[in-house]
């Protein structure tokens, strides 16, 4: 027989064990949802940055009224910052003023004008100049390059929370793929294993692996760069605190070069023209030009000249506002460090080695893009064969994917129809409506995903139809882009179709 009191003891420990088994299933539930919170913010940061890798090329689709020239002379650099200067809030405090060189990535002139108003807001203006006479053409929008490329490098959250969020994620991912290869150590003995002709999971789970090994070399390089540059304020930062006693100006000093000090007022804008002549004696073209305090005799203009020999790219020449030469910063010859840190942004956007490299890039971020979402769809592959699925999850998982997906492609219609100011709203509104019908939905999931995938290729399709009725073909670089967009339209729209027939 049972001891009376042994029963009653048994009947107290059994609701503390169901509370004990409760507290375990939450628990792995909220682990489970952290993990697929990391795995979204993964992808946002890959897929929008293959479409960064062509930012350029959308920013001048989205002006492609913009006129295009190889190159330009000192003088039209000159008249341009002259004219932007002239645009400024006289009752702001203008900070700088940028022009972008025509490049190979985006042969137009740009010129950008960077201010704070009188209750302290940051403005920033952009026109495009006419490369023949430096004349501010207008104003120039792109709502949509600048969408993707906040996506990007800080995923739309406030400055500077957002990229170190990103840098983060950079570490993170640097951290695992070093930790797979070190967990799979017959790793490159399979690279070229594909059981296609197995369970559909199988087949997944070898061409998932396949790609993660054949990209390691684009993974490492990526991951490590982009963590390097979204946390770069912090690293100038600890930079200041250790070897400059908390002098951050001497700490951007050491990375940037030379800062604006205060001199004397100058009667005449800075003589931009003579410096660009000076820098680019040998022949290098102009990629970039700042001109910092214009008004200040102690302010610095800096012209990047480029370099294509080099994988650091570009050399900086340093003048004071009142054209005293300093000093040329970076190239060749410079000490190490420099050189490794201005070989950070062209190893990570892949702005080295002309188109060739670019595409690369771009297939490579979207084939670790796919790698994230696959390696998902197999972890709920699994968890079904288990007998424990998490639909719930798995819908969540769909309608974020799906639904960026109809985000941009919303935005990108919304751009071509010359509404760029709701481009952000377009973008994020129908990523949320997706997200949530997926959310309310999730037995209806595996319907609704082809059909955002129709949607969302049809609003691309329609979106390239747009701009060619409205410009024709304009050019090399823009008629390009809007042939890539109507591509990845139909490539949508069939996949979509396809998904509702299986």
Not at 85 to 112: H, I, K, M, T
Not at 425 to 447: E, H, I, K, N, Q
Not at 481 to 494: E, Q
Request: glycine letters at 10%; proline letters at 5%.
């Amino acid at each position: 027989m049972t001891d009376p009191e042994t029963a009653l003891d048994a009947q107290a420990n059994t609701p503390r064990k169901a509370g004990n088994s409760r507290f375990v299933a939450r628990m792995i539930e909220s682990h489970s949802i952290l993990g697929l919170a990391f795995a979204a913010l993964i992808y946002i940061v890959s897929l929008t940055g293959a479409f960064t890798v062509f930012a350029h090329e959308i920013e001048l689709w989205e002006n492609a009224w913009a006129p295009t020239v190889a190159s330009v002379s000192g003088e039209v650099y000159q008249n341009a910052l002259e004219g932007a200067y002239a645009a400024r809030d006289p009752d702001g405090d203008l900070d700088s003023l940028v022009a972008y060189g025509p490049s190979e990535f985006a042969p137009a002139l740009l010129v950008r004008l960077n201010e704070t108003d009188e209750q302290g807001n940051f403005q920033q203006t952009n026109w495009i100049a006419d490369p023949q006479t430096g004349a501010l053409l207008g104003k120039a929008e792109a709502p949509l390059a600048h969408l993707i490329e906040e996506l990007h490098v800080a995923l739309h959250l406030p400055t500077p929370w957002g990229r170190y969020l990103v840098g983060l994620l950079g570490v993170c991912m640097f951290s695992l793929v070093i930790s797979g290869i070190l967990a799979h150590p017959t790793i490159f003995k399979d690279a070229f294993k594909l059981r296609v002709d197995r369970n559909k999971r199988t087949a997944w789970t070898d061409v998932h692996n396949r790609l993660s090994v054949w990209g390691l070399p684009f993974h490492l390089v990526l991951t490590f760069t982009g963590g390097f540059l979204g946390l770069a304020g912090l690293i100038v930062g600890a930079v200041a605190m250790i070897a400059y006693e908390g002098d951050q100006e001497r700490a951007l000093a050491s990375i940037q070069g030379p800062m604006p000090v205060e001199g004397r007022a100058l009667e005449e804008f800075p003589l931009i023209a003579s410096m660009v002549e000076t820098a680019r004696t040998d022949g290098r073209p102009v990629e970039l030009l700042v001109v910092q305090k214009p008004a200040n005799a102690g302010g610095v203009t800096t012209v990047n000249v480029l370099d294509k020999r080099l994988l650091d790219q570009s050399q900086s020449l340093i003048f004071r506002n009142s054209g005293a030469f300093i000093e040329s910063y970076g190239g060749a010859g410079a000490p190490g460090g420099i050189r490794a840190l201005a070989m950070l942004q062209p190893l990570h956007y892949g702005t080295f080695g002309g188109y060739p490299v670019k595409l690369l890039y771009f297939v490579m971020a979207l084939a670790l893009t796919w790698v994230t979402s696959s390696g998902m769809k197999i972890w709920f592959a699994r968890r079904r064969q288990q007998g424990r699925p998490v639909p719930r999850l798995n819908a969540a998982w769909q309608g974020m994917t799906a639904g960026l997906t109809l985000g941009l492609s919303a935005a990108t219609l919304v751009a071509a129809s010359g509404l760029g100011e709701l481009a952000l709203a377009a973008c994020l509104g129908g990523w949320a409506a997706a997200f949530a019908l997926f959310l309310s939905l999730p037995a209806r999931a595996s319907v609704l995903y082809p059909r955002l995938l129709l949607g969302s290729g049809t609003c691309l399709v329609v979106a390239a139809g747009l701009w060619l009725v409205e410009h024709g073909v304009k050019g090399i670089v823009p008629t390009a882009v809007d042939g890539s967009v109507l591509a990845l339209g139909i490539a949508l729209a069939v996949a979509g179709i396809r998904g509702r027939g299986e």
